[in-house]
């Protein structure tokens, strides 16, 4: 009898360090992907910061745009967009606009 007692011990204590160990594998593994996540969340968040400031440049930008859109150009001014913009115009080019 005490024979079979120490085999059912030995085998208790098997199953139990058996367990313990698929517990603290599962625990590692999680823990590996919740830190995986961190950082790629914090990536993400530093990469939203970026496109906010780039969104509040543009608006800032639109805003300009809309202004000048509401007012009459000069001369000079159209000339210097359609140098910018289009490259459409040379140093000794002239150009004609029409009046309204």
């Known amino acids: 009898m005490a024979g079979r007692s120490v085999r059912k011990d030995r085998a208790n204590k098997r199953s139990v360090t058996l367990a313990v160990i698929v517990t603290f594998v599962f625990v590692a ?32 930008r639109n805003e300009i745009l809309e202004e000048k859109k509401d007012r009459d150009l000069t001369l000079e001014e159209i000339i210097e967009l359609a140098r910018q913009r289009f490259g459409l115009v040379f140093s000794n080019e002239i150009i004609f606009v029409p009046k309204d």
């Open 29 to 60: 593994v999680f823990s590996v992907l919740i830190l995986n996540k961190y950082h790629e969340n914090e990536l993400l968040r530093a990469n939203e910061a970026a496109l906010q400031e780039s969104v509040s440049q543009e608006e800032a």
